[in-house]
C-alpha cells in the first residue's frame, strides 16, 4: 500500500513540477515592442499569407522591419506581417529531465511487479529493483535527449489586429 501511495505521489509531483510557467509580456498588438529589440535577435515571422521567415533583426521602423535572412537583407511591411515571434532555442533539459523521472519510475513499477510475489523481506530481489530503475531512467534520459534536442520556440512579440 504505501509504494502504491509513493508511486502516485511521485507521479503528481512530476506533474505539477513541470506545468508550464506563465510569462509576463506587453500586449502582443504593441508595435513598439518590435521597435525595441536589439539587432542580433533571432525572430521568426509569420506573413499573413502563410509564409514563415526565419532571420535576426537588423532594424525595426514604425512601419517595417528589416531582417538578415541567409546573409542577404529582407524588409516586410508592418501590415504584411500577421506574427512575430522570437526564436529561442528550446532546452533540451527539461526532456532530458523528465524522459529521466518517467524511465525511473517505469523501472521502478517493474521492480515491484517482479517482487510482487514476496512474502518476507528475504524474499524481496533488491538488486533487480536497483538494476531497472537505473536502466529505466537511463533509457528515459536519452529517449529525452532524443526527442527534445535542438529544436526551436517562438514566444510571441507582435500579433496583427
Known amino acids: 500500500m504505501k509504494i502504491k501511495f509513493l508511486i502516485v505521489f ?3 509531483s512530476l506533474f505539477l513540477t513541470t506545468a508550464p510557467l506563465s510569462f509576463a509580456q ?3 498588438n504593441d508595435w513598439s515592442a518590435v521597435q525595441n529589440l536589439a539587432a542580433g535577435t533571432d525572430l521568426i ?3 499573413v499569407n502563410g509564409q514563415t521567415v526565419h532571420g535576426s533583426i537588423l532594424q525595426a ?4 522591419v528589416e531582417l538578415s535572412v541567409k546573409g542577404k ?3 516586410l511591411s508592418k501590415n504584411k506581417i500577421a506574427a512575430l515571434y522570437s526564436a529561442v532555442a528550446k532546452s533540451g533539459k527539461r ?4 524522459g529521466l523521472i518517467t ?9 515491484g511487479f517482479i517482487n510482487k510475489d514476496a512474502v518476507y523481506e528475504a524474499d524481496y530481489n533488491y538488486s533487480a529493483a536497483v538494476l531497472l530503475t537505473a536502466a529505466g531512467g537511463a533509457v528515459g534520459f536519452f529517449v529525452g535527449r532524443l526527442f527534445g534536442k535542438g529544436k526551436k520556440k517562438g514566444v510571441l512579440i507582435y500579433k496583427a489586429k
Open 10 to 12: 511521485l507521479i503528481a
Open 26 to 28: 506587453t500586449s502582443p
Open 45 to 47: 515571422v509569420k506573413t
Open 61 to 64: 521602423t514604425a512601419n517595417e
Open 73 to 75: 537583407s529582407v524588409s
Open 95 to 98: 526532456s532530458k529531465n523528465i
Open 103 to 111: 524511465g525511473a519510475l517505469v523501472g521502478a513499477g517493474a521492480a
